[in-house]
């Protein structure tokens, strides 16, 4: 026994209740159904045409006896049917007041018809025939006047009727219980093989609950449970694709933080040295410089923990996007890039274009792109930012500097989380503003392309899906 709670009562239960047997009790139960009404149809329709014949048999032989010419016996004259009716009871009803002293003629190798005041009407003219079901002998009894006074009286036994649907009634018991279990035997053998598929998803499921392994289930056919284990593969493929980037991010970020933070806690420890009783000061200058390297190495970590985060939060699902105005999200990037951008000029050239996604990610992604170009140029540099349609259902954000360029080797790389090219190493930034911009552009559709400016700096376009505004 398991108490109320127990997990063992809940799995015994599921097991008990398993989709299978579902399936094969549903199976069995329609056939049930469908067996049980067509023997009970086919059943009611025999026994009313059986019951028919009988009445109509006996109706028959009834008029047969009553227009038969009369035969002199050693008694009396008696209906010639009386010598042809083996399989009935047959006699002639004589008419008297009451039923008690009315007199029943019959052969004498027979016993006589069972007979009451239905027949008596008959023999008496009140009532031109009679058939009804005498429940003492179980038979049905028909009467037919003969003459004034007179009545022939015919029953037959229901007997035989009643066998032939008693055995109609059994070979539809045996069929249909033979059906039921055909169908239940087929109905575990469908539920067998049509459930296969979901009992290897549900393996998978539990494999990858209790220990993690994301490989993907082999999927044979086009059905919808094909469908459904191609999808579970996808889900499975993302989840591994989340991971992946979860563990390399945390991989990518360890080493990053662990630069800043040793040489934060080495200057600090020098600060503190310096501090204690007894210990030689430091100078001024010392003093400051390392000042101003705590300062930076905060100003470093803070920039690098805001950039993660704002990868963590592009990565969470988005349930709506909402109209994006491109032109006015790159005006709103260039006002925030221009105050910071101390003597740098901005060359600008903007065409409206719309599209469907995230205002701030799209922003954010415009502003790392103008600030890479403004950390690159030279003083009284000028930046190019261009926006403009391809003619192709796209339109592009171009930001060209006017900078050293990037190398051929670095350009398939700068886009990559934590990526600082030869150039960029000795200067301020946390390696992930472009890693950025590709991960804002890949979830609105698009794309992002590093190459060289005509003016020799380097030029950094976003491609995105959309329509003219």
Known sequence: MT???????????????????????LAAACVAGAVALVSIGAYMVVRSNLYQQLDDSLLARAQAAANSPQVQTELRQVPGAFLASADLQIGQLNAAPDVQHAVMTYPLSSSPPPFGQDELAVANGDSAESLRTDFRTDSRVVALPTGHGEAIV????????????????????????????????????????????????????????????????????????ARLTQTFNTMLGTVADSQERQRQLVADAGHELRTPLTSLRTNLELLLAASKPGAPPLPDEDRIDIVADISGQLDELTQLIGDLVELARQDEPRERFERVELLEVVERALDRARRRAGEINFDVSLQPWVLTGDNSALERAVLNLLDNAVKFSPPDATVWVRLYPLGDGTA??????????????????????????????????????????????????????????????????????????
Do not use: C
Request: proline share 7%.
């Open 3 to 25: 108490e109320p709670g127990d997990p063992r009562g809940t799995r015994w239960g599921a097991r008990r209740f398993s989709l299978r047997g579902r399936v094969t009790l």
């Open 154 to 225: 015919l029953a037959q036994s229901m007997g035989p009727t009643k066998r032939t649907l008693n055995e109609l009634a059994l070979v539809l018991f045996l069929i249909g219980g033979a059906g039921i279990l055909v169908a239940a035997a087929a109905g575990t053998a469908v539920a067998r093989a049509g459930l296969r598929p979901v009992d290897r998803l549900t393996s998978a499921a539990e494999r990858v609950a209790r220990t993690g392994d994301l490989r993907p289930i082999p999927v044979s056919g086009d059905d919808e449970l």
């Open 396 to 469: 592009v954000v171009e930001v060209a500097d006017a900078g050293p360029g990037i190398a051929e080797e670095d350009l398939p790389k700068v886009f990559d989380r934590f990526y600082r090219s030869s150039e960029a190493r000795t200067l301020p930034g946390s390696g992930l503003g472009l890693a950025i911009v590709k991960h804002a552009a890949e979830r609105h559709g698009g794309a992002v392309y590093a190459s060289q400016a005509p003016e020799g700096g380097a030029l950094m376009t976003i491609r995105l899906p959309g329509a003219p505004g």
